[in-house]
């Protein structure tokens, strides 16, 4: 029984794997100056990444909408993409940015 116990825990415990994940654009509305940045993060993933990079991208993306800088809303939304009857095995989590600065007036016809 004892030699079952470790094995398990040495199981659980080489499971957890850490991985860098970049932030890509998934969604956002030039109207309301706001940028979906999300990553996919399978269950045994302990998920690193960068958010320094992520407000660049966000930036650029604002700043091509005119926008003069971009800034996290704070938090992120996961949703489940893959689940069994034991949870959930993959989710895509997504981050908010709120572009920053008035964006040009449109043209007038």
Known sequence: MKK????A?????AGCVNVNKELVATG???ADGTVDLS????????????????VA??????????????APFGGESRMCQVSTNYGCNQWLATIR????GSVPA????
């Open 97 to 100: 940015y709120q572009c920053l």
């Open 9 to 13: 825990l040495c199981l659980a415990l």
């Open 28 to 30: 956002g509305s030039r």
């Open 39 to 54: 990553y996919e993060q399978a269950s045994i993933e302990n998920v690193k990444i960068d958010p320094v990079k992520g």
């Open 57 to 70: 991208t966000a930036r650029e993306r604002c700043q091509a909408w005119g926008y003069k800088d971009a």
């Open 106 to 109: 449109s043209p007038s016809k």
């Open 4 to 7: 079952l116990t470790i094995a």
